[in-house]
């Protein structure tokens, strides 16, 4: 669908317009401590905006619930140099009802999967059966989404 389409298209914009070597042999340019390029870091927000946009639907286990527009910028010698990600959430009503046998957006459930014990204990975090807002459908856990993990990459997408 278009989650999965736009992902490979951020991926392939962000390898072919990659910062080049120098003839010292050492990058010309890296936008974070992380040693990534712009291009690779917007990739990398996919998982923040998936996380706060997507929920599982009827049809689709990762179905976006927003809209996305996503701007590149490029220098003269065609390397991405700047970009925004502008989103809108369609699916307000979500949050507080969801459809039999759906779920509520990702960011929930992967809060109380993959939190600390000490965030647990802080914010009085447990099962998604025990909060209203995400236990009226019926669909609490997915089999092929695993949302401790999930939560891990959303944070990373947030370094």
Known sequence: GKTE??????????TVARPK?????????RDSTLGLSLGERMVDSNALTEAF??????????????GKFTL?????RYVISGGKI?????????????P??????????QLLAGAAAE???DFELSKPENFHYLNTSGCMEL?????????????????
């Open 21 to 29: 070597f120098n003839d010292k042999g050492k990058l010309e340019r």
């Open 119 to 121: 965030w647990k204990t």
């Open 100 to 109: 039999k046998n759906e779920r509520n957006y990702h960011i929930f459930y």
């Open 143 to 159: 089999p092929d989404i695993n949302d401790s993990d999930a939560f891990y990459e959303t944070c990373d997408a947030m370094d």
């Open 72 to 76: 590149f910028s490029f220098s003269k």
């Open 53 to 66: 946009g997507n929920a599982k639907t009827i049809r689709n286990n990762n179905s976006s619930r927003f």
């Open 86 to 98: 502008r989103t809108f959430l369609l699916e307000k009503s979500r949050v507080s009802d969801q």
């Open 5 to 14: 389409t736009t992902k490979l298209m951020l991926r392939y914009i962000s």
